[in-house]
């Protein structure tokens, strides 16, 4: 593989000298610091990992293997005999030192409607809702789904199930009933919390009318435990359905938490592969928690009376890391946003870290690149001098992206944090560290401590042991937060992560390494797309087209979007006697079966789509043709029908 393309020299960004002067000091403040600790980190595992369990968690019974089991058998388990609750660690320690400390700022969709939660407070709303779902029957071990938009109630929802020891499986309330019910069934649900309706950039979100239509083909759920989020009059299935408030009011705010074992399930989540059928991955709770407490420490720097503010949204693996678990584990103060980037105004994410005078601030490339296209008065309008770390994640950053958050955002005083992880992870795998590492605008830097990264020719599954390298991106040691199984589907997992390359994790990105050492993550190699920061699998998109009775065959691709950083397009042939079909219509279809953020930008009917002899759709072709690329299409010779292309340009080049 050529590696030309990594002698273009970047501009290197020394870690601001600011942030080296302040005191306290940042945890990490030199290269040499992190590379001594991380060289440590990976030759000696148990040791690292083994200390900080110690140091960041708070034990029912102390563990006494720190790990155990390995890739080979998919068995890793990590500190197997301690016992712990993952929201006594969240809450409960915090709220007996500092019951008056806030836990969450919550930033309504309205400006001024903000409200503060303190762990006190927390604590008692926890136990509360822990004693509902008790009083209804939830029990350790038990799948919860939830389905919530951004409010603290969301919050008091995933705590309240870790503290039963039921497993949370947390559905993004933009997904669509089909998509709900689909994840319902598979984690076998029998309750579900959701809320009347949701408010996002001032539209409002008909959240329990989604659950109702999802349940139509649920007949196991039992019980529906409804927030009022606007209080609007929604509809009502007694005795399935309960009100949150109603149910609330019943129970008294202490609820002890459940002993729970190092490696029991502390949460489900879906996350689009390769095929159509989403995965339920699971994450056990200490690892989980470990991951989650250890990066923000480190990767934010977080100090005692930091705010911290992640615009993720709880439904993603980032709500649910940066959100909830790691700040909260820390003690920290964690802004839970509940609107968009640009409500009421393109201003709205700086009049929050002003307002709250915000430490860290953590979000996406694409909300990035959409902000910077309002320029940088609605910035710099505010304060944003609380400001120390700002990070990116979830796709590539754009060094032009990564340029513009930092001067503008970051007015140069600033960390800048590209960060690199996935579902799978549970929690941040390649990163800067704000007092450590000079950065290079794109790349996501160095391995986080414990991660033993390494590239491997994806042909011959081998280490490129060469500073300069291309391939893909792999994990030779276990580390505490990554995924133990896919839910009830534990060869699934094998395949998927640990059979492609034995002895390594799989991670299903490309990877470069530039001269010093820095990575550049490349993308996926698989069939995933990314829009927006949103995992899609093409499989996905292609089931919900053909769900369309006009549609015969469907192929779904990802092209480079200036905003978005992909976004989908999409072939369809039609049935006989359907050739008037609108494409609108098709764009409907995977709406409604997936959710609005997988809308295919575009929709071309075509007559055939580029098939191999054995039937396996050529989506490199289709690519090449949109993005223009006829003269250098590749070896057609393995299609059925080579003759087919010509047409298939003409009619793409038409529409
Ligand atoms: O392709 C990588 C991309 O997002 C994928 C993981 O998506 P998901 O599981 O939804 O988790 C997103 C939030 C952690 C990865 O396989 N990705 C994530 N972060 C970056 C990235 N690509 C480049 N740079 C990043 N910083």
Redesign the pocket.
Known sequence: MSTDHLNVEFKLHPVPECLLSRNPPPHVNSFEQYKKIHEESVKNPTEFWGKLANELLTWHTPFKTVLSGGFEHGDVTWFREGELNASYNCVDRHAIKNPDKVAIIYEADEPGQDRKITYGELLRDVCRFANVLKAHGVKKGDTVAIYMPMVPEAVVAFLACARLGAIHSVVFAGFSSESLRNRILDASSRFIITADEGRRGGKTIHTKKIVDEALLGCPDVERVFVFRRTGSSVPFCSPRDVWWHEELDKQRPHCPPEICNAEDPLFILY??GSTGKPKGLLHTTAGYLLGAATTVKYVFDYQDGDIYGCM?DIG???GHTYIIYGPLALGGTSVLFESTPVYPSPSRYWEVVAKHKITQFYTA?TAIRLLRKFGREPVDCHDLSSLRVIG??????NPEAWEWYNEVVGRNVCSVV????????GS?I??PLPGATATKPGS?TFPFFGIDLVVLNPETGEEIKTTEAEGVLAIRKPWPSMTRSVYNDHNRYLDTYLRPFKGYYF???GVGRDCNGYYW?R??VDD?I?VA???LSTAEIESALIMHNATAEAAAIGVASELKGQCVHAFVTLKPNCENTDVKDLILQVRKSIGPFAAPEKVYIVNDLPKTRSGKIMRRVLRKIVDGQTDSLGDLSTLADPKMVDTLIETIKKS
């Open positions: 996350t689009s993720a993603w693996i980032t490339p990116s994640v979830g796709e590539p950053i590209d960060t690199y992880w996935q579902t799978e992870t941040i390649v990163t996501a991670s299903g990105d993550i993308g996926r995933v990314n920061g949103h995992r």
